[in-house]
């Protein structure tokens, strides 16, 4: 992960060639990058700040076998109107 300090320290060269830039697109570049920089910082601090953390619970195993295994072995829904086992079967 990239620190703050990082992306401050690039900020600032961002900001230092968009002072000293020689035309308006090079400094249009510039600012573009440092606010592109502004949402990364904001978006690491938002998600570092903001995210919960959940308990992790330990669930047995045993249940989802169970019911995945009944499943298998019961038998194709059948409907009258339907035109036979397969789903392309209109």
Not at 28 to 37: I, K
Not at 43 to 57: F, L
């Amino acid at each position: 992960m990239i620190s703050s300090d990082q992306l401050l320290k690039e900020m600032e060269q961002q900001v230092r060639l968009a002072k000293h830039a020689a035309n308006e697109q090079t400094r249009r570049e510039a600012v573009y990058a440092v606010r592109a920089l502004c949402n990364v910082l904001l978006s690491d601090n938002a998600s570092a700040v903001n995210t919960p953390t959940i308990p992790v619970a330990s669930f047995d195993s045993a249940p989802s076998t169970t019911k995945m295994i009944s499943t298998l072995q019961e038998q194709p829904l059948r409907e009258e109107d339907a035109n036979g086992e397969s789903l392309f079967d209109f």
